[in-house]
């Protein structure tokens, strides 16, 4: 079936730090990627996307780009800020099975000052 | 737009006992599903509604949980009898190709349940 997977966290770095989340899936046919990102008390809410191959979704510093040879959807940030702390799930979705989303088991990211 | 609500945040039960929980979504959105997130999990989805329809349950435990979306807006999820492992936030998102692409889901605070 299809899954993602995605490193272990906790992933401790401290602010300005390069961030990198490895994320790779398994599916059958041509999945829509995501980022969703939950921080602490909050919902879990988008953080970018990307719906073909080679295409880099970006939001708020963080990036990540379609890989479909190496079935990846890494996200990265350049300088990470305390405020960035949270749980990172990556995520993919399929217009035949609905559009529902399959996630990953997240990545916890603690920033220190 | 007001987002997804949901209730209760937390609820603390005994094994054995029944649940409910309750979701809103937000307004004009057609599609809702129900999430269960296991502590250090990612979501794993139990059920998709389309209106009042439903599309994906295939992951529902059926013998214990249920779910209804009367009138195609708000929802709820019962488990009956719950077990140990039902401890877990339960999660209502809901979609609109108006709000989004598709995977595009607007996500509640969620339902924090504890089974004794």
């Known amino acids: 079936g299809d899954s993602v997977t995605q490193m272990e966290g906790p992933v401790t770095l401290s602010e300005e730090a390069f961030l990198t989340i490895n994320c790779t899936y398994t599916?059958?046919?041509?999945?829509?990627l995501f980022w969703y990102v939950q921080y602490p008390g909050e919902g879990l809410q988008l953080l970018l996307k990307?719906?073909?191959?080679?295409d880099k979704g970006s939001n708020k510093g963080f990036e990540a780009t379609y890989r479909k040879e190496t079935t990846s959807f890494h996200l990265e940030k350049g300088s990470v800020q305390v405020s960035d702390s949270a749980v990172y799930f990556c995520?993919?979705?399929?217009?035949?099975?609905?559009?529902?989303?399959?996630f990953g088991g997240g990545t916890r990211v603690l920033v220190k000052p | 737009e007001a987002g997804v609500a949901q209730s209760p945040r937390y609820k603390i039960i005994e094994k054995r006992q029944s649940v409910a929980f309750w979701c809103n979504p937000i307004?004009?959105?057609?599609?809702l599903y129900w999430y269960q997130q296991i502590l250090g999990q990612g979501p794993k989805l139990l059920i998709q509604?389309?209106?009042?329809?439903?599309?994906?349950d295939s992951q529902l435990p059926k013998d214990r949980f249920s779910a209804e979306r009367l009138k195609g807006v708000d929802s709820t999820l019962k488990i009956q009898p719950a077990k140990l492992e039902d401890s877990a936030v339960y999660l209502c998102?809901?979609?609109?190709?108006?709000?989004?692409?598709?995977?595009?889901?607007?996500f509640g605070e969620g339902s924090r349940l504890t089974v004794l």
């Open positions: 990307a719906t073909k191959a080679d």
């Open positions: 995520a993919l979705s399929l217009v035949a099975a609905g559009n529902k989303l399959t």
């Open positions: 509604f389309q209106n009042n329809g439903v599309v994906d």
């Open positions: 307004s004009g959105h057609a599609t």
């Open positions: 998102a809901s979609s609109s190709p108006a709000s989004g692409g598709p995977g595009e889901l607007f």
């Open positions: 599916a059958t046919g041509y999945p829509s």
